[in-house]
């Protein structure tokens, strides 16, 4: 699969508009800075139980040149999302959360 660059990345690059990028994006760090290398990038990061994960999603964000990071403090466990359950939603492939 050809990697096609995300629309509001570039929407946000091209009028100088904050881009903040959740912990659980389909579209990898990486990617978004490689995409919009001029942006201005946040990280909204969840802090996870394993410590190591959460300082390497740090360490990743840092490394590609995001320049604050956003935690959420009010997200201890995901809520249960009955719509979601009751259509058995799951992300289409090859779409996967970004961890």
């Known amino acids: 699969m050809t990697y ?4 509001g990345i570039l929407a946000a690059a091209n009028t ?4 903040i990028c ?3 994006a389909t ?3 990486e990617d978004i800075a490689e995409s919009a290398p001029t942006g201005i990038r946040w990280f909204q990061l969840y802090i996870y139980k394993d410590r190591q994960a959460t300082i390497e999603l740090v360490r990743r964000a840092e490394l590609a040149k995001y320049t604050a990071i956003v935690v959420t403090v009010d997200t201890p466990v995901l809520g249960n ?5 009751r259509s058995a939603f799951t992300l289409p492939a090859p779409l996967k959360y970004n961890r």
């Open 16 to 19: 100088n508009t904050l881009m």
């Open 81 to 85: 999302r009955r719509a979601n359950a």
């Open 22 to 24: 959740s912990t659980i």
């Open 27 to 29: 579209t990898s760090l």
């Open 4 to 7: 096609r660059k995300p629309g």
